[in-house]
Structure formats: C-alpha cells, structure tokens
C-alpha cells in the first residue's frame, strides 16, 4: 500500500524537472520553469513591470487523498519583487491539468525567467472541510464588536 502522503507527479515531457526540497527539513518544494521552444530549444520568459505571466512547469500533479497543494513565492524571487500572482494558488485534488504559475513582477524592471528556473513552491496541507450554515441572528459578541482595521493599535 503506498504511503498516504505521497504527492504523485506526472511528467508532461520526460525533459520538465521533479520539484525538490532545497533542504532536508524545507516544507515548500522548488518547481521550475519548463521553458523549451518547439525544437526542444531552452528559451526565457518576460515578466514586465507590474504583469503578470504564465509559467509552465510542464508537471501535473496529484496530492493524495485528504489533501490540497498551496503555490507559494519563493523568497528570493520575492526580495526581486517577483510573487505568485494568486498567493497562495490551490490546486484542488482533482484538478488533472498542467500545473502553471502565474508570476507577478510587482518591479519596475522587466524580470526573465528562464528554463529550468526555480519559480514557485508547493506546500502540501490537509483538507479541513466544514459545513456551511446561515444564521438569522447575529449575536453582538463582548469586546471588539464591529471595530476593523487598527482597532487594536499599531
């Protein structure tokens, strides 16, 4: 019987790379850029000043049962200014198509991502469901109230 938190990946092209732990003790898995022209040629991608691009990964993935996947930033993408676009994207457990991340350059330079760049990162989380049940009365709880934003001070 496989183990009940293997994340199972598919492989769109034997040439798109497996995500990786950078660490042994990293709970995000480094995905990469899968950035080939039709000859099989690596090529770059733009991500101009405040856009948003699409990246490939060239990887379906499929967590196992009870569970979802989050798309992170990576860190040092991020110190560049370049985010998930979605932050965190969620890729439910029975989406079966191309995992692609969607990168926000929030610079003011144009950003190039390259083939084979580490670009995301994938946390895997328990599914907690809930039910879902409208109330006609909203009691006033103690306390805060209807008090937002800075209502507790900086």
Request: net charge negative.
């Given at each position: 019987m496989p183990n009940p938190r293997t994340l199972q990946i598919f492989r769109k092209d034997p040439r798109a790379k497996l995500p990786i732990r950078s660490h042994d003790n990293a709970i995000g898995m480094d995905v990469?850029?899968?950035?080939?022209?039709?000859?099989?040629r690596p090529t770059t991608r733009a991500i101009h000043q405040?856009?948003?691009?699409?990246?490939?990964?060239?990887?379906?993935?499929?967590?196992?049962?009870?569970?979802?996947?989050?798309?992170?930033?990576?860190?040092?993408?991020?110190?560049?200014?370049?985010?998930?676009?979605?932050?965190?994207?969620?890729?439910?457990?029975?989406?079966?198509?191309?995992?692609?991340?969607?990168?926000?350059?929030g610079s003011w330079e144009t950003h190039y991502i390259t083939h084979e760049h580490r670009i995301a990162q994938l946390i895997l989380c328990?599914?907690?469901?809930?039910?879902?049940?409208?109330?006609?009365?909203?009691?006033?709880?103690?306390?805060?109230?209807e008090a937002g934003f800075g209502s507790s001070g900086l």
């Open positions: 990469h850029a899968f950035l080939l022209t039709e000859s099989g405040k856009g948003t691009t699409a990246v490939p990964t060239g990887l379906v993935v499929r967590p196992p049962p009870g569970h979802y996947i989050q798309c992170c930033s990576r860190s040092g993408l991020a110190q560049k200014g370049i985010f998930v676009a979605n932050a965190p994207g969620i890729i439910d457990p029975d989406f079966t198509g191309e995992l692609i991340i969607l990168l926000f350059n328990p599914i907690i469901g809930c039910d879902i049940v409208e109330i006609k009365d909203l009691p006033i709880p103690q306390g805060r109230g």
